[in-house]
């Protein structure tokens, strides 16, 4: 089995994607260099013909191109790793980037983890937002005392752009979004549903994904919406504490 797949996905960018392949690409390196196998995947979801045309350049012939119909992010992620073959799943948005060590630092921290008997998923330590707005996002470790699952009824402590094993994926498929309606964040959901199936987040020190802040962007609508996440047995008044047990377990 391949160590790693990056799963770019794009439905409607076309030159922002130059910084992000880039950051992909040095970043695909970096773990090659590290002796990890990395199958690298450009999933284009429903793509206007611009983003079609833009990605059938040459210079993106050493990733596969795979196109879907889904229209909806986690549903093509979903089918993305149905046809990845990477023990390891890397998700980065068209518009996006990964600082250059993310992946091997990733895989090397998962795989630390396995030998210790623990499943993990792994998140960078920052989430620096820009072009929209700037900000920057500290990421807390499970493990850490600053944690509390609590959080979980304002705010979403882990972004989707996370290093993930196959199998959480497999058995923890993102929801569909329902933005009308107003239920959304999908990385919300997955991020309870696997603390509650018993998988540790954590942060992995030095390393950086890099978030465009568009006012069009699924997160912008689903906030300006004032969605919400689906009511979840884990975040039940009497359930939502166990959240936290396997980072008081670690103590």
């Not at 004032?226 to 884990?234: E, F, N």
Request: hydrophobic residues 40%.
């Amino acid at each position: 089995m391949t160590d790693l797949s990056v799963v770019v996905t794009a439905h409607s960018e076309t030159v922002v994607c130059g910084p992000t392949m880039r950051s992909a690409d040095l970043a695909v390196a970096a773990a090659r260099d590290r002796g990890y196998s990395v199958e690298t995947i450009i999933a284009l979801d429903g793509a206007t013909e611009e983003t079609k045309a833009y990605f059938a350049q040459s210079r993106f012939d050493h990733w596969q191109r795979w196109e879907f119909a889904e229209g909806d992010l986690g549903r093509v992620r979903n089918a993305a790793v149905g046809r990845s073959e990477g023990r390891y799943l890397a998700f980065l948005d068209a518009d996006d980037l990964f600082s250059e060590n993310w992946l091997a630092e990733g895989v090397g921290a998962l795989q630390s983890a396995e030998q210790e008997g623990r499943r993990v998923i792994a998140h960078p330590e920052l989430n620096v937002m820009f072009d929209g707005g700037n900000s920057v996002l500290v990421h807390i470790d499970q493990s850490s005392p600053l944690f509390t699952p609590h959080f979980a009824y304002l705010r979403n402590y882990h972004d989707s752009l996370c290093l993930t094993p196959r199998e959480a994926h497999v058995a923890i498929p993102y929801t569909s979004r329902d933005i009308p309606n107003g239920l959304s964040f999908q990385d919300w959901q997955f991020s309870i549903e696997t603390m509650a199936a018993g998988w540790e987040h954590v942060l992995v020190r030095d390393t950086i994904i890099f978030k465009r802040r568009r006012d069009t962007s699924l997160g912008q609508e689903s906030s300006n919406r004032r969605s919400i996440v689906r009511k979840l047995p884990a975040m039940a008044i009497d359930q939502v504490e166990h959240l936290a047990r396997i980072g008081r377990e670690r103590h």
